[in-house]
């Protein structure tokens, strides 16, 4: 089994910068993939800020990146969120073979390099999984059952409606708990529910809790890819804790 280090940095409001990083300085033979247009697919209408893409559009962009069988991902970012929706994305469409670099690019102690790299294409095989993301609507009709706890990733501030810069409603969705992924222990709450949603602000952060849950003997814990910026926009409730 070989190994290939993906680099998936990004800054919201700032489409290129996650390549102008990677060129500036990243793990040498690091491939590159963009949260906006491989990690997610902007055209999908009325799904959130960051739509998951299609297995068609995931298969060319992995492949590109030099993703296929036999070969170990290592996916890192900034501490942002993109290389646990990596993780989460290859896992989503059958490849297991990921892992994440703990702290990202700061962690690592050899050198850098600049400029573009030559990553030899693989042939990306996509097994798509089913139950591991829920839509809006089975969400909403199954909120207040006790069986399911729902997880909000975002900032306290936001959880409880103080600001929202980003989203058309401030708020939660109500019921949700918030735990942000700087909670180094996950609560029993959600760790002993017989079913966990994860959600944040566009599906992106909530994958970073996605992956604690895992290590935590959790794997089965669904994904809300809209999450906050496809709630808000249907005019569903709302709670806040001010």
């Known amino acids: 089994m070989r190994y290939q280090f993906v680099d998936c940095r990004y800054e919201l409001g700032k489409p290129e910068r996650g390549r102008e990083l990677y060129l500036a300085g990243h793990i040498p033979g ?7 247009t491989e990690l997610s697919d902007l055209s999908v209408p009325n799904a959130g800020r960051h739509p998951l893409p299609s297995a068609e559009r ?6 590109r990146a030099g993703i296929g069988p036999g070969v170990l991902v290592v996916a890192y970012d900034q501490g942002t969120g993109g290389g646990a929706r990596l993780w989460w994305l290859l896992r989503h469409f059958g490849h297991e073979d990921v892992a994440l670099l703990e702290n990202g690019l700061e962690a690592w102690r050899g050198p850098l390099a600049t400029g573009e790299e030559e990553t030899d294409p693989a042939q990306f095989e996509a097994r798509p999984r089913s139950g591991d993301t829920i839509d809006a609507g089975e969400l909403l ?10 997880v909000d990733s975002r900032s306290p501030e936001r ?13 939660h ?16 709450q959600v760790l002993e529910a017989d079913e966990i949603v ?3 602000g566009s599906g ?13 003997g959790r794997p089965d814990a669904r994904l809300y890819p809209g999450s906050w ?14």
């Open 141 to 150: 009709d199954r909120l207040g059952e006790p069986s399911l706890v729902v």
């Open 204 to 216: 992106v952060v909530a994958c970073v809790n996605l992956l604690a849950l895992h290590a935590a």
């Open 198 to 200: 994860v959600y944040c």
């Open 229 to 242: 910026s496809d709630w808000s926009t249907r005019g569903l409730p709302v709670e806040r804790s001010l």
């Open 173 to 188: 969705i109500p019921g949700a708990l918030n735990v942000p992924p700087s909670v180094t222990v996950l609560p029993a």
């Open 30 to 36: 690091a491939s590159v993939l963009d949260l906006d």
């Open 58 to 63: 995931f298969v060319e962009a992995a492949g």
């Open 159 to 171: 959880y409880r409606g103080e600001l929202e810069p980003i989203d058309p409603v401030a708020g």
